[in-house]
């Protein structure tokens, strides 16, 4: 079969958790966001490929940065949310196994520490084994 519309559009990302605690200054915020591996997403072997796990770590890790800033906005000046443009400046991803279609795959998203002009993110892709439901870490 070839692809059809759906194949091509992207991924139904959804928020499967969210940890604002870095919003009060108490740890790192850690937002949770879940995704289909659609077939646009595969490599020609038939994982998820590793330019699509990096986008996800790129953009979810990001959009977890604003979320624990517009928190953290909202708790001292509920009048006033600026969010600020952002770049990444570097981003290094270790793959450690191959993401499968059929699971949803999760992207762990952390604001590890916030600076006046540069913020350090991380993030986990992981799926749960079916059986034990233990996470499998795809990359990092």
Same mark, same amino acid.
Do not use: W
């Given at each position: %079969? %070839?692809?059809?519309?759906?194949?091509?559009?992207?991924? =139904?990302?959804?928020?499967? /958790?969210?940890?604002?605690? %870095?919003? /009060?200054?108490?740890?790192?915020?850690?937002?949770? &966001?879940?995704?289909?591996?659609?077939?646009? *997403?595969? @490599?020609? +072997?038939? =994982?998820?490929?590793? !330019?699509?796990?990096?986008? &996800?770590? #790129?953009? *979810?890790?990001?959009?977890?940065?604003?979320?624990? $800033?517009?928190?953290?906005? *909202?708790?001292? @000046?509920?009048?006033?949310?600026?969010?600020?443009?952002?770049?990444?400046?570097?981003? @290094?991803?270790?793959?450690?196994?191959? !993401?499968?279609?059929?699971?949803?795959? &999760?992207?762990?998203?952390? +604001? #590890?520490? /916030?600076?006046?002009?540069?913020?350090?993110?991380?993030? #986990?892709?992981?799926?749960? $084994?079916?059986?034990?439901?233990?996470?499998? +870490?795809?990359?990092?």
């Amino acid at each position: %079969g %070839g692809f059809g519309a759906d194949d091509l559009a992207p991924p =139904n990302v959804s928020v499967h /958790a969210a940890s604002l605690a %870095g919003a /009060a200054g108490s740890g790192p915020g850690v937002v949770t &966001f879940a995704f289909d591996v659609r077939p646009s *997403l595969l @490599n020609p +072997v038939g =994982n998820l490929h590793g !330019g699509a796990q990096a986008t &996800f770590v #790129d953009v *979810l890790s990001t959009i977890a940065h604003n979320a624990v $800033e517009v928190c953290r906005q *909202l708790t001292s @000046n509920p009048e006033m949310v600026q969010i600020s443009g952002t770049a990444s400046v570097s981003l @290094n991803v270790e793959f450690l196994a191959a !993401g499968r279609p059929g699971a949803p795959v &999760f992207a762990e998203c952390t +604001v #590890d520490r /916030a600076g006046r002009r540069l913020v350090f993110l991380g993030a #986990d892709l992981y799926q749960l $084994e079916a059986s034990s439901g233990k996470r499998n +870490v795809i990359s990092r």
